[in-house]
């Protein structure tokens, strides 16, 4: 089994829906979880850390199910801009390893 | 400015020849990683270092090497490249203490061995 699994996609939305994309990890013991954001064939980029209370930075909201073992990440209002590829990290027990989903691809359309 | 820097930013060789791609740092990150990302396959990590003189094998280090003689520079040796390493390629960097975990990128390789 994966360590971090996520569901490929696509998504293909239209501007201005919501979309909520899901994130499991298979370790109980992770410490600590992103949300990247990757472009094609470009570097990734952080999009949000994800705590245990959720957080919230515009029309991103991101929240941690420990319980479940899942995290999500939640696009309101959805841009053309936002199209991308969204990946889920995740940090080991033993902090030193980085654990990354094979990332959901989001197209929005006008 | 902080940042992760990756050179080349494409590269085109032959099976056998011996290859380095450089990775340098300015924030002075204990952590350092190679990945490769294959389509439908994700980031996989190559070798990582904690610190220096510190390395480790990841996922997938078969035909790769890497050196970690000082804290900024983490290079990723490819002996005798192979077709089968064609691919594109990422540095990144972290301080991995608390607030500070994220992984900063470099801006990629994309590497092909004819």
């Known amino acids: 089994r994966k360590e971090v699994e996520q569901d490929p996609g696509p998504f293909n939305v239209p501007e201005g829906a919501t979309v909520a994309f899901n994130c499991t990890y298979s370790?109980?013991?992770?410490?600590?979880f992103f949300w990247y954001r990757q472009d094609c064939r470009k570097e990734p980029k952080l999009l949000m850390s994800v705590y245990s209370s959720g957080n919230e930075d515009g029309r991103f909201t991101a929240q941690l199910n420990r319980a479940s073992q899942y995290i999500s990440l939640l696009i309101r209002d959805s841009k053309l801009s936002d199209s991308a590829t969204y990946l889920c990290?995740?940090?080991?027990?033993?902090?030193?390893?980085?654990?990354f989903g094979s990332g959901t691809k989001l197209n929005v359309k006008p | 400015e902080a940042q992760v820097t990756q050179n080349p930013r494409y590269l085109i060789t032959v099976t056998g020849k011996k290859l380095t791609v450089t990775c340098s740092q300015n924030m002075n990150h204990e952590y350092m990683s190679w990945y490769r990302q294959d389509p439908g396959l994700g980031l996989r990590q190559i070798y990582y270092s904690m610190n220096v003189e510190v390395t480790d094998k990841g996922d997938v280090p078969e035909g790769y090497k890497v050196s970690r003689k000082e804290k900024r520079n983490f290079p990723l040796i490819l002996e005798s490249p192979s077709p089968n390493q064609t691919s594109l390629y990422f540095c990144?960097?972290?301080?991995?203490?608390?607030?500070?975990?994220?992984?900063?990128f470099g801006s990629g390789t994309q590497l092909s061995v004819l």
């Open positions: 990290v995740v940090i080991g027990n033993n902090f030193n390893k980085f654990y």
């Open positions: 370790n109980s013991a992770s410490q600590s």
């Open positions: 990144a960097s972290s301080l991995l203490q608390g607030a500070e975990e994220k992984l900063f």
